[in-house]
T-cell receptor, first 113, second 114 residues
Framework: SQKIEQNSEALNIQEGKTATLTCNYTNYSPAYLQWYRQDPGRGPVFLLLIRENEKEKRKERLKVTFDTTLKQSLFHITASQPADSATYLCALLISSNTGKLIFGQGTTLQVKP | DGGITQSPKYLFRKEGQNVTLSCEQNLNHDAMYWYRQDPGQGLRLIYYSQIVNDFQKGDIAEGYSVSREKKESFPLTVTSAQKNPTAFYLC?????????????FGSGTRLTVV
């Protein structure tokens, strides 16, 4: 069966450290993978997109890697801040015709001062 | 400012009642989507629409209905046939050339059965 898995356990780190979140998938061949941030009671906000032929993408303190052999994406936040505390969702584009996204369940990050 | 407006923010439904969730966007996006989010689960696709007067079922369409009479509007009706409707409902849209952009989401509607 097709699955997207993110670490369901919350990630707690100290301010200033690098947070690393994992997204694994099976039985998909996505052309794109996206990462979103979701705050409690709010809709997700788009952060980054990485294509299957890209190994790494950066945006300010964010870095995403995409390994289609391992079927895994890693999402890094460097120099983390308490304001980075949120739930982070990965999403796969499974249909280029429809733009349909399949989402993981999200990993909650807590950055402590 | 452009964006997606969902209303109401909170909605309470009695057993056997149909309710309609509103989703309006002023981003001029062609595609619109409805997702359902339950605690500890990923977003699950209910319905999506790529153009006016056309829409397709997602993975969990049973008990739901939609319409797309205007580009800006994509309302979702939760019917009495939906046996477990309590959830957080999210509407999203994406622009032309959607492969290269993420979705824009609304703030969500929290539906509770009472």
């Amino acid at each position: 069966s097709q699955k997207i898995e993110q670490n369901s356990e919350a990630l707690n780190i100290q301010e200033g450290k690098t947070a690393t979140l994992t997204c694994n998938y099976t039985n998909y061949s996505p052309a794109y993978l996206q990462w979103y941030r979701q705050d409690p009671g709010r809709g997700p906000v788009f952060l980054l997109l990485i294509r299957e032929n890209e190994k790494e993408k950066r945006k300010e303190r964010l870095k995403v890697t995409f390994d289609t052999t391992l079927k895994q994406s890693l999402f890094h936040i460097t120099a983390s801040q308490p304001a980075d505390s949120a739930t982070y969702l990965c999403a796969l584009l499974i249909s280029s015709n429809t733009g349909k996204l399949i989402f993981g369940q999200g990993t909650t990050l807590q950055v402590k001062p | 400012d452009g964006g997606i407006t969902q209303s109401p923010k909170y909605l309470f439904r009695k057993e056997g009642q149909n309710v309609t969730l509103s989703c309006e966007q002023n981003l001029n996006h062609d595609a619109m989507y409805w997702y359902r989010q339950d605690p500890g689960q990923g977003l699950r696709l209910i319905y999506y629409s790529q153009i006016v007067n056309d829409f397709q079922k997602g993975d969990i369409a049973e008990g739901y209905s939609v319409s797309r009479e205007k580009k800006e509007s994509f309302p979702l009706t939760v019917t009495s046939a939906q046996k477990n409707p309590t959830a957080f409902y999210l509407c999203a849209s994406s622009p032309p050339g959607q492969l290269f952009y993420g979705y824009t989401f609304g703030s969500g509607t929290r539906l509770t059965v009472v």
